[in-house]
């Protein structure tokens, strides 16, 4: 089915351009929309997945390589199209490179405070420099709005040489912005300012592309991760090519304490570089089969929410699920949203994918009485379906009940 879709790919007109032919219609990503017998809803992954973490959570560069070569040895796991230069989507995810931005942001005249003090961005922008710099202005009065502090913007470094036609035709100018924690917030509640400022940046940039009588290149706009905890490089490419076309990566002051990789085997599915994974929770090997139940039973709920963590700002953070998405990244959506509203990670995650519970005669009595409780408040997401998560504070995998996506792991 994979060659079938890259076939329909290369023998007319890209992905990127069928998109951008569509026009002020509030589109951010180079995908498709629904046509003849494609709907993006029923796109989902098959893909390679891995972690590595130290045990004792100790920083080192050496992890950030030994992460790659694990996400190269995982290319088997991911697919191309007829261009055999263009990957369905590889990336890492890391901690955040305290010591790897002091060196250089120094350099961008950026003033950084202690770690943990500052968050950063990952955003896929237009090339076009006025339509950038008004989203890159748009998103400096939401920070300021919620009484945060903008301390600069960071062009990251790209080396496109490797890159094929398809991806090199709809790479995004990708750009770091890093904001500073007001005082007396703490560390969670910073967390819910970026995601509160994320949201809302997705909303203006939405509105604004809904406006614009422009192509879709020039008013992308993508947030891969914007976190004081993690910190996401990832893009339409192979594997191998991660590590070429983000040069931070082999910076020898670029630690991390664990790390996700992913390659991308888009099944029925356009690979774009805002669906490559990492996710910002999470990476996906699998499909959820019950998506649209999944979603449309958030959505339903989402009139009866309510949360002191939140208080009047959560409408502003809603919906929880971003429609353009694809299966998993719906999923992070919820991951995400669980995570940062008072539950642990592992306690959203056993939530979200609960354990074959009902006739289990030897489960824990407390963990029966745990997944019965839940099964009131949300309908497990079923793939099958092989999942790594992290907060930046912890790291783990989880199969859904079917089994039906083996992982396995060494200590």
Same mark, same amino acid.
């Given at each position: 089915?994979? /060659? ?5 790919? *290369? ?13 002020? $219609? ?42 790659? @070569? ?47 003090? !500052? ?9 076009? @420099? ?24 960071? @062009? #990251? ?25 007001? *005082? ?21 940039? /939405?509105? /604004? ?13 993508? #947030? ?8 996401? !490089? ?7 090519? #991660? ?11 670029? +630690? +991390? ?21 990492? $996710? ?11 998506? /649209? ?10 009139? @009866? ?59 824990? *009595?407390?963990?029966?009485?745990? !997944? ?27 199969? *859904? ?8 792991? #060494?200590?």
């Amino acid at each position: 089915m994979e /060659r079938d879709s890259a076939q329909l790919r *290369d023998d007319g007109e890209s992905a990127q351009q069928w998109s951008g032919q569509q026009q002020g $219609n509030g589109r951010l990503t180079a995908v498709p929309h629904p046509q003849g017998l494609y709907d993006p809803q029923f796109e989902h992954d098959a893909c390679g997945t891995g972690f590595i973490a130290h045990l004792r959570g100790e920083k080192s560069h050496q992890l950030v390589q030994q992460a790659l @070569t694990i996400l190269e040895n995982l290319d088997h796991r991911g697919a191309r199209g007829s261009d055999p230069d263009t990957g369905d989507g590889a990336g890492i995810l890391l901690q955040l490179p305290h010591q790897f931005f002091q060196q250089v942001c120094s350099d961008n005249y950026i003033n950084l405070p202690d770690a943990g003090h !500052y968050g950063v961005g990952m955003l896929f922008l237009p090339h076009d @420099t006025v339509q950038r710099q008004a989203y890159e202005i748009e998103v400096a009065r939401i920070v300021a709005r919620c009484g945060q502090q903008v301390l600069g913007w960071r @062009t #990251v470094p790209t080396d496109n040489r490797t890159l094929g036609k398809s991806a090199r035709s709809s790479e995004p100018f990708v750009r770091q912005l890093f904001i500073g924690r007001a *005082d007396g917030l703490s560390a969670d509640e910073f967390e819910r300012k970026l995601y509160l400022i994320r949201r809302l940046a997705e909303k203006s940039a /939405r509105r /604004r592309a809904a406006r614009s009588p422009q192509p879709l290149e020039n008013h992308r706009f993508y #947030v891969a991760s914007l976190s004081a905890r993690t910190l996401v !490089y990832k893009g339409m490419l192979t594997p191998a090519q #991660v590590t070429a076309y983000y040069p931070d990566l082999s910076h020898p002051a670029m +630690t +991390t304490g664990l790390a996700l990789v992913h390659s991308r085997f888009s099944t029925n599915t356009f690979p774009s570089w805002e669906r490559a994974h990492p $996710n910002r929770y999470m990476i996906h090997n699998g499909e959820i089969n019950t998506l /649209r139940g999944n979603v449309n039973w958030m959505t339903a709920r989402e009139s @009866t929410l309510s949360s002191e963590l939140w208080g009047s700002d959560l409408p502003k953070i809603l919906p929880v699920i971003d429609p353009e998405g694809s299966d998993s990244a719906m999923f992070d959506n919820c991951l995400e949203f669980l995570a940062l509203s008072g539950r642990s990670l592992p306690h959203a995650i056993m939530m979200m994918i609960p354990e074959p519970w009902s006739k289990h005669e030897s489960m824990d *009595d407390a963990k029966r009485a745990f !997944y019965e409780y839940h099964s009131a408040l949300m309908e497990p997401w079923d793939g099958p379906a092989s999942i790594g998560f992290t907060d930046g504070t912890v790291v783990g995998a989880i199969l *859904d009940r079917n089994g039906l996506r083996p992982a396995r792991y #060494v200590v």
